[in-house]
């Protein structure tokens, strides 16, 4: 298996100063065990946690990001100021801005472009809800969201994109989908960057599964062939977050 499994954590709008200190030194736990690690603290914590994780294996990132220049944006945090602070990976288009603050496709990929142009990786979040699975439109949903962003980009831009499918249903849900639901999602967005894009990009990008994951799930997951991490929320709050970057990193050394 030649890509490098990652895990993100997505801290959402959570944590106080003192829980970022003291999460700090539970992540600073975490070892270098051939597997990538992000968070995304709230942009208020984020230089914080930044200080206090210097050195260590896990890299501090942002969940989102505006596709303007500085400027009257008020609110909004430009990618050049994401860039000026030293971060080096955003989340874009996570479910929670395209579903709760409207993001459509197009916006969340002219962000996702902009971030790259800047130098910016991508961690570029995409997955139907529970209606559009039930109406058998999972491929057609997850297919047009990456299909907004592969209009504006070049085959060369997606080294620079880990993709995290997230089922809505599965955010925050505690229903986590079934390693076979995963497996087949991720097996056919594999296919749809064959068809559209490369095979090598196929070949190579990384797809992380997000929704509801944590330390007990996440074993069987991680020996799907085509999951190539988690993005987790929840449990990226706790402790656990640690088991869930071994298991995988585990798992994935054995395949
Ligand atoms: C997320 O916020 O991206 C997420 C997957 O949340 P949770 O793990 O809590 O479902």
Redesign the pocket.
């Known amino acids: 298996m030649s890509r490098t499994p990652v895990v993100g954590g ?1 801290f ?1 709008c959570n944590g106080t100063v003192k829980f970022i200190q003291e999460h700090a030194e539970v992540l600073k736990k975490i070892e270098n065990n051939g597997v990538e690690v992000f968070v995304c603290p709230t942009a208020l914590h984020s230089s914080l946690l930044q200080s206090l994780m210097a050195g260590s294996h896990v890299e501090v990132a942002a969940q989102n990001m505006y596709f303007q220049k500085p400027g009257a944006w008020t609110g909004e945090l430009a990618g050049e100021l994401l860039v000026d602070a030293g971060i080096k990976t955003t989340l874009i288009g ?1 479910s929670e801005r395209r579903r709760i603050m409207g993001e459509s496709n197009e916006e969340s990929a002219k962000k996702a472009k902009r971030a790259l142009e800047l130098g910016l990786k991508v961690v570029f ?1 995409i997955g139907e809800t529970l209606a559009e699975r039930e109406a058998n439109q999972v491929d057609a949903v997850n297919f047009a969201q990456l299909e907004a962003l592969r209009l504006i980009t070049v085959e060369a831009d997606w080294k620079n994109i880990v993709v ?1 499918y ?1 089922p809505v249903w ?4 505690g229903v986590v989908a079934s390693p076979a639901q995963a497996q087949t999602v991720h097996e056919s967005l594999r296919k749809w960057f064959a068809e559209k894009v490369s095979a090598k990009v196929a070949q190579e990008i990384r797809i992380q599964y ?4 944590n330390a007990k799930n996440c074993a069987e997951l991680s020996s799907c062939k085509d999951i190539d991490g988690f ?5 990226s709050l706790k402790p656990e977050f640690l088991d869930i970057v071994k298991i995988l990193g585990d798992t994935k050394k054995k395949m």
């Open positions: 997505n959402k996570h979040c995290a997230e599965s955010i925050g849900t997000g929704g509801s994951v993005l987790v929320g929840g449990a």
